[in-house]
């Protein structure tokens, strides 16, 4: 019989959706518990009961610790890693320049292997549980990461990404080896253990139309992978769509009229969306992912996140790793704040936190699974050290609730504010 365990602390979780409810929907324990079985959550509620109902349990005490979901990253290149902080470039320079050189390493599966380990621990010590990953256009790239998740035991989405034209000819597949590779991953890594396959054409311009057929018809034949992709992020980036597909509506068309739109698809940034696509969009239930510290790292500007949700959209939040400019679900958080702020449209905490667990997890449709404390949940877990550093205990000494407890870790904290991050049921060791 495997011995249970029951963490106590503060707890944090979502029974309703907070942009409906506002900060009711969130369900905080000054003194709460969550009790972990073989590896998913059995219990959340008040600490004294749970350790009355379960006197076996081995109990890991973390005092004023805020317990809560791991945080999910919808959004990130992992092989961009030791590129994040690239000074000077807007997106088709920043890709030129410092992307594709370092994405063509990627052919050396020792060194995909050395980053995928790097970049899965970095995050977790940021206290992110799932990422949702682009890899390079090389298949080695692609195991490195499932392999380097699933020893890790995590549960992440990652695909090859796909592209035939516009890029170097180190970094350029074909429509069919494009089809034919994603098909072997997806049959080789989709649903084994926690591990999830995207098709992944980078975007519009780095494909051929025949290309974008290609992973259409994969994914027609594979609906229940999601498919990730980019779209409209920066002006110049649109204005090129428009040249390279003369005959398409618009950019989101380029996609829909290739077979590539749909409620399991994922479209990066989308801030510059005409209503049309802004209807498609929300009609087929496909979810916009938000990546705030890139939108302003590379000047591509600020996304309509008020707009979008109060329209119906499904909404994640994300990285974007290395065209954001953090490893931190926290700084990401810090930044779609300021960016609500610039469009007076300023996110609660309770928001922020939700975009960043329950909101990314439905994003992925794992939101049965990751993302919250319910019992059934798998246990991803971290906790929060409310006061960890000199500059936000002294502001956390004012709070007067919960929310203003929160605040500051989210506009201050990096990952020493991460106590312990918990995966699969197994603290991470640190
Ligand atoms: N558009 C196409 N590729 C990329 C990428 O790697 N990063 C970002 N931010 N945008 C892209
Ligand atoms: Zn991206």
């Not at 994603?182 to 494909?207: N, Q, V």
């Not at 975009?355 to 059934?376: E, F, K």
């Not at 407890?405 to 506009?411: E, L, Y």
């Amino acid at each position: 019989m495997t011995i249970d365990t029951l963490l106590l602390g503060q707890t944090l979780s979502y029974a309703t959706d907070p942009f409906s409810d506002g900060p009711d929907a969130a369900r905080h324990a000054t003194h709460g518990g969550v009790l972990l079985h073989e590896g998913r959550i059995a219990a959340v509620g008040q600490a004294d009961t749970l350790r009355a109902a379960h006197p076996q349990a081995r109990v890991v005490d973390y005092g004023d610790g805020l317990i809560m979901a791991g945080f999910v990253d919808a959004h990130v290149h992992y092989p961009q890693t030791a590129i994040i902080a690239s000074w000077g470039k807007r997106l088709i320079d920043w890709l030129n320049t410092y992307t594709f050189p370092e994405e063509t390493r990627f052919h050396d599966p020792a060194y995909a292997t050395e980053v995928a380990g790097r970049y899965l621990d970095l995050t977790l010590a940021h206290g992110t549980t799932t990422v949702v990953s682009y890899c390079t256009i090389h298949p080695t790239s692609v195991d490195a990461f499932f392999s380097a998740a699933q020893a890790r035991g995590q549960r992440v989405v990652a695909g090859k990404t796909c592209m035939d034209r516009n890029a170097p000819d180190t970094l350029r597949d074909t429509a069919q080896s494009a089809y034919d590779d994603s098909k072997a991953l997806l049959e080789k890594w989709h649903g084994r253990d926690r591990l999830s396959y995207a098709i992944t054409p980078r975007f519009s311009p780095t494909s051929t139309p025949e290309q974008l057929s290609a992973l259409g018809a994969l994914w027609a034949e594979h609906p229940d992978c999601l498919m990730q992709t980019h779209l409209s992020e920066q002006l110049d980036e649109i204005a090129w769509v428009k040249s390279l597909f003369p005959e398409a509506r618009d950019y989101l068309d380029t996609y829909e009229s290739h077979g590539l739109l749909g409620a399991n698809g994922l479209y990066g940034h989308a801030i510059h969306l005409d209503p049309r696509e802004r209807d498609r969009l929300r009609d087929v239930g496909a979810a916009l992912i938000h990546c705030p510290t890139s939108n302003t790292f590379i000047g591509s500007g600020l996304f309509d996140m008020a707009g979008m949700i109060a329209a119906g959209q499904r909404v994640g939040l994300a990285t974007d790793t290395g065209g954001g400019s953090s490893f931190s679900m926290l700084r990401t958080m810090a930044a779609a704040y300021e960016i609500g702020q610039l469009r007076h449209a300023p996110l609660h905490a309770a928001q922020l936190l939700w975009l960043a667990t329950v909101g990314s997890a439905r994003a992925l449709r794992m939101q049965d699974q990751i993302g919250n404390l319910a019992p059934g949940m798998e246990a991803d877990l971290i906790v929060l050290d409310l006061a960890s550093t000199p500059a936000i205990a002294q502001r956390t000494a004012r709070a007067t609730d919960i929310w203003e407890a929160i605040f500051p870790t989210i506009m201050m904290g990096d990952d020493r504010a991460i106590a312990a991050t918990w995966v699969n049921g197994t603290a991470i060791p640190r």
